[in-house]
């Protein structure tokens, strides 16, 4: 494209988007925007794009795209290639970079360049919170991670010197994550420039709002922000209020320069009044003054903060991404490969709850689930108080459905397969409860698949401190004991048998041989670390296993390899070392796969045919970036899914890329194991 089209094509959808940031726009992928005048003005050439580098790498690991916004010879720019943040970085000391606020982008665009720049001629426009939030939202990226935002000048009362980026903030639906205001504003009346204005104004974590170096500012918030989805949530709930504002979040900078660096401002101030130096040409002293006065320490600072804002607002941009997608997605939107016809969920949904549970031992289906049902209560201390052991705490208390077999068997349940579920329960309410809610999800149970053992059902209680820690837990599991075995003849015409580790070890192997015989491929999903190592210890029950589901800490037991240390995304040899070992154990009559979860980092596949000269294939399946809410029924999603998917026609690699999508919806419910959205 000549340069006269491009600049043409630039103007005509406004903002010309780097690719890589257009690309996750459009896959509704979270992008954070980056302002350009810290990297030009912000500080000095390297430390300058030594940060811009950081802060993007932060952005990255927390699976966040980084969009700088700047204007490049008069075309406005929605994420900069590495050539051309060093070059901007460069720019400010020779004079190439002017500082562009909002009502510099249409003087900035008339003045566009046709002809090709050298790397010493281009020209930038460096964009300060404003005018980064214009640009940003006309490229649709909603969150933005800068320093410290503008606000009233001191002695703003008489001179009406207000920042355009209060103006800007009441007009443009944008989330800023800064320090704060800058601390040579006045705190007090910005806030109430804010307030006057209409924007949502929280502190992060903090119920003080903090003044850029230091978290203090003597000043009230306005409101407290805990966490990124409480932000997220605010922030949808005010577009779909039809609030063209956006949100101020101010994250408190913990640098210990801070003290020392708020001494040094209020002398830089004298300076600057002495010199007359006023309007724009302030705050750009004010930091040059500061950084020789602290010897540095305020530069330091000033990079930490920005890092830490960074972190805050990548999680922010991901919580958004969240709440957006979810709004309009379910299960039934997560589709299936072309090749893959799902089962109809109206089967499942016009199936009377009376015919789901049967007396005799007729009911049949495709897929068996035998494992243990678990009562799970959580007692979690409020997280507005520190946690006092020995004593009453206020707090909240969660019950809900659990247990491996069961879980798996719900989302089954939910995605029409009818599982039929063998397991045992105690003589109590709480049983007939989890048998009653299966039942209405879909789950068909018989009289020879449930056994009633005397005492109280399953139960696990957890009790977690303020920060949501595990401080103990009472598991009192003697019900599973009672779990029955499937026949050979129970399992004629099954397909697939799932078996969790909360069975007898008795049971696990009688039911993977009946599995076996009757020609269906079994799928093993460990509940812990020590009962994965003791069952798979037995090859009576590993060499009928074509299909298993460990965590990490679980392969490396259920494979007897050694630990040597997390892998990292890149460096995952030991993992894929460990599962070509269990595959070595597993059933080699057919193909056998071992799906590795591996939390943030993702899923690993590896596989074998049948034929014993092959070689084992890997693949690993990146994890979306997600604010998790809680991972207590994510991997039994993951299971399901995956078995739904094979039972629909899907090949391993597609049931795990279906099975990952299913795991978020669970990711992100807190209210139980398993999502009701499946």
Not at 63 to 70: Q, S, Y
Not at 410 to 426: M, Q
Request: aromatic share 4%; charged share 20%; hydrophobic share 40%.
């Amino acid at each position: 494209m000549s340069p006269l089209l491009n600049a043409i094509y630039a103007v005509g959808s406004k903002v010309k988007v780097l690719p890589e940031v257009a690309r996750a726009l459009e896959s509704g992928r979270p992008v954070v925007a980056l302002e350009s005048t810290i990297v030009a003005h912000g500080m000095p050439y390297p430390q300058n794009i030594e940060l811009a580098k950081e802060v993007s790498s932060i952005l990255r690991e927390r699976g966040v795209i980084p969009a700088t916004i700047a204007v490049k010879d008069g075309i406005f720019r929605a994420g900069l290639e590495q050539d051309e943040l060093e070059n901007l970085a460069k720019a400010g000391e020779e004079n190439r970079a002017m500082k562009c606020s909002s009502r510099d982008l249409p003087l900035m665009a008339s003045n566009i360049t046709t002809q090709q720049s050298s790397d010493e001629t281009v020209q930038w426009g460096a964009t300060t919170v404003a005018a980064t939030m214009r640009l940003a939202h006309a490229a649709k990226i909603n969150t933005f991670v800068t320093g410290g935002t503008g606000g009233v000048h001191r002695g703003g009362e008489l001179s009406l010197d207000i920042s355009t980026d209060l103006i800007e903030l009441s007009r443009t639906p944008v989330i800023v994550v800064s320090a704060g205001v800058k601390s040579i504003l006045d705190v007090k009346r910005t806030l109430e420039v804010l307030e006057t204005f209409g924007v949502p104004v929280g502190a992060w974590q903090s119920d003080e709002f903090p003044a850029f170096f230091s978290p203090e500012s003597g000043v009230k918030t306005p409101s407290r922000f805990n966490d990124a989805m409480s932000v997220a949530r605010a922030y949808i709930s005010g577009r779909e209020l039809g609030m063209d504002s956006g949100m101020l979040v101010a994250v408190p900078n913990h640098d210990p320069a801070g003290e020392n660096v708020e001494k040094a401002i209020k002398e830089a101030l004298h300076e600057a009044d002495a010199a007359g130096i006023e309007g724009r040409d302030v705050t750009p002293f004010i930091l040059r003054t500061v950084n020789e006065k602290t010897g540095g320490d305020s530069l330091r600072s000033n990079m930490a903060l920005v890092k830490n804002n960074a972190k805050v607002g990548a999680d922010i941009a991901v919580a958004v991404s969240n709440v957006q997608s979810n709004s309009k997605t379910t299960i039934q939107s997560i589709q299936l490969p072309e090749n893959a016809v799902r089962a109809s969920l109206s089967d499942s949904e016009s199936t009377p709850a009376s015919s789901k549970y049967s007396a005799n031992d007729e009911v049949t289906s495709r897929v068996v689930c035998v494992g243990g049902s678990v009562i799970d209560i959580i007692a979690k201390s409020s997280s507005k108080e520190k946690m006092i052991i020995g004593t009453s705490n206020p707090g909240k208390v969660f019950k809900s459905d659990g247990g491996v077999g069961r879980n798996v068997a719900e989302v089954l349940g939910r995605l029409g397969d009818k599982p039929l579920f063998y397991t045992s329960i105690g003589k109590d309410d709480g049983g007939e409860g989890i048998l009653s809610r299966l039942a209405d999800c879909g789950v068909m149970t018989s009289g020879a698949s449930v056994s009633f053992a005397d005492g109280v059902s399953a139960s696990y209680v957890a009790l977690l401190d303020d920060e949501s820690d595990l401080v103990g837990g009472i598991a009192d599991m003697d019900a599973n004991q009672q779990i029955p075995t499937p026949s050979v003849e129970a399992l004629s015409g099954v397909e697939f048998v799932l078996i969790d580790s909360n069975a007898p070890s008795r049971v696990m192997i009688e039911s993977a041989s009946n599995a076996a015989k009757a020609g269906a491929s079994v799928f093993f999903e460990p509940t812990s670390v020590p009962k994965a190592k003791q069952i798979c210890e037995n090859d009576s029950f590993i060499k009928n296993v074509s299909y298993a589901f460990p965590n990490e800490d679980e392969l490396f037991a259920m494979s007897d390899t050694p630990v040597e240390g997390e892998s990292t995304t890149d460096d995952l040899e030991h993992v894929k070392h460990a599962a070509s070992n269990l595959l070595g154990r597993m059933r080699s009559d057919s193909s056998a796969h071992v799906v590795v979860t591996l939390g943030p980092r993702g899923v690993l596949l590896a596989s074998k045919s049948g034929d014993p000269d092959s070689s084992v294939e890997h693949t690993v399946f990146p994890a979306e970036a997600i604010s998790k809410v809680s991972s207590n029924g994510a991997g039994d999603t993951l299971c399901g899914a995956f078995i739904h998917a094979l039972l629909n026609g899907a090949d391993e690699k597609q049931a795990v890329r279906f099975g990952m999508k299913a795991a978020i919806l669970s990711l992100q419910y807190e209210d139980g194991a398993i999502s009701p959205y499946i």
